[in-house]
C-alpha cells in the first residue's frame, strides 16, 4: 500500500493510520433519542424548543447537538401479530386485524406496513414493510389463530427483522392477550434483547382489567412484561376491554408516530464498548412527561 505521494507505507504507519480513522468515526458518532412529550391529561404537547429538555447519558449531563420533529418524515410500521390459539377466542384475533386495518387505512403516501405473526416457535414475516396496502391486506384476512404463545420468544426476535436503515419514523405495533405459555427466554433476556434496537414498542393488549385497576400486585408476569418492553424502548401500552378502548388506542398511537422530537448528541464515552448505557431526556417544563428509550448498548 503506497501513501498519497507514491511512498510505500510500512505496517506500524498503517496501524496508525487505521487508529486514526477509528478515532475519526467515533468522534462523529451521533446518538439519536426520539421522543413523545406528553401533559398531565396524556395529551402530545408540541412546540417545545431546544432549550427546554436536558439530556443526561449514566447520569451526566450531555450537550444537545442536533434538535428537530419528523412530523412531515414516512411512517415504518410493523405490525407484531400474535396468532395463538388464545388470540382465537372471544373474537380477539378479528378485533387485531380490524384495528391493523383502521392503522393501515389512516397511512398517508410514502407510508409503509409490513406484518409479523408469531405462534408456536415461529416468528416471521407476512408481508415485508412496502405500500401495497391490498396486498397486506388480503395477507391479514387469512391469518388463523393456531398453537401455543411464545410472546418473550416473538418480542426478542421482532426488533432484528425490522431494518435499522429503514428512514423516518419506525415503530412496533404489538397485538396479543399477553397469556406467554411457549417461551423459551426468560424475562431478562427478552427485554435486553428488545431494548438494543431502536425502535418503539406499542402494545396493544387485550386484557379483561386496565392496569390502573388491578388491585397492587396482582398483576401478571405477562402484563408486568409489556410494560417493561414499552418503557425501556419509549413506546407505550393500551389495554383493551371493549371497542372504545381499542379506538382510542388506534389512534393515539397514530398521532404519536406522527409528532415526535428528536434529540442528538454526541457521547463523552469514546470506548464503544458492547456496554449499556442508561439515557434520561426531561424537560424543564412543569407538568410535563418525556417518552424515550431508557438507553443503548454502545456496539462497536
Not at 102 to 107: K, M, Q, R
Not at 181 to 210: C, G
Not at 221 to 233: D, G, H, M, N, P
Not at 257 to 269: A, E, M, N, S
Request: avoid cysteine.
Amino acid at each position: 500500500m503506497r501513501a498519497g505521494n507514491g511512498a510505500p507505507i510500512d505496517d506500524h504507519e498503517l496501524d496508525r493510520l487505521i487508529e486514526l480513522h477509528h478515532a475519526e468515526r467515533e468522534q462523529v458518532r451521533l446518538v439519536l433519542v426520539p421522543a413523545v412529550v406528553v401533559n398531565r391529561r396524556n395529551k402530545i404537547v408540541s412546540g417545545l424548543q431546544v432549550s427546554d429538555f436536558k439530556l443526561f447519558e449514566d447520569f451526566a449531563p450531555m450537550e444537545i447537538e442536533y434538535f428537530g420533529t419528523e412530523a412531515s418524515q414516512p411512517v415504518a410500521i410493523s405490525f407484531l401479530l400474535d396468532v395463538s390459539g388464545s388470540m382465537g377466542r372471544l373474537g380477539k384475533l378479528e378485533e387485531a386485524k380490524q384495528a391493523i386495518r383502521i392503522f393501515v387505512d389512516a397511512l398517508q403516501t410514502g407510508d409503509r406496513f409490513g406484518l409479523i405473526s408469531f405462534a408456536d416457535d415461529q416468528v416471521a414475516w407476512i408481508t415485508e414493510l412496502n405500500s401495497d396496502r391490498e396486498r397486506f391486506l388480503r395477507r391479514l384476512e387469512v391469518q388463523e389463530a393456531y398453537g401455543q404463545t411464545a410472546l418473550f420468544d416473538a418480542l426478542a426476535a421482532t426488533p432484528r427483522l425490522v431494518a435499522e436503515d429503514v428512514e423516518g419514523r419506525k415503530a412496533i405495533v404489538l397485538f396479543t392477550d399477553g397469556n406467554d405459555n411457549a417461551s423459551r427466554l426468560n424475562t431478562f433476556k427478552a427485554v435486553r434483547l428488545a431494548r438494543s434496537v431502536e425502535v418503539p414498542i406499542h402494545i396493544i393488549s387485550f386484557s379483561s382489567v386496565s392496569s390502573g385497576l388491578r388491585p397492587k400486585g396482582s398483576e401478571s408476569r405477562e402484563i408486568r412484561t409489556l410494560e417493561r418492553f414499552a418503557l425501556e424502548t419509549g413506546g407505550s401500552i393500551w389495554p383493551i376491554r371493549n371497542p372504545t378502548d381499542l379506538k382510542e388506542a388506534v389512534l393515539r398511537i397514530q398521532e404519536e408516530l406522527r409528532f415526535q422530537y428528536v434529540i442528538g448528541y454526541h457521547p463523552k464515552r469514546r470506548d464503544w464498548d458492547g456496554s449499556f448505557r442508561r439515557l434520561k431526556l426531561e424537560t424543564e417544563r412543569s407538568g410535563l412527561i418525556v417518552r424515550s428509550r431508557s438507553g443503548y448498548y454502545a456496539n462497536p
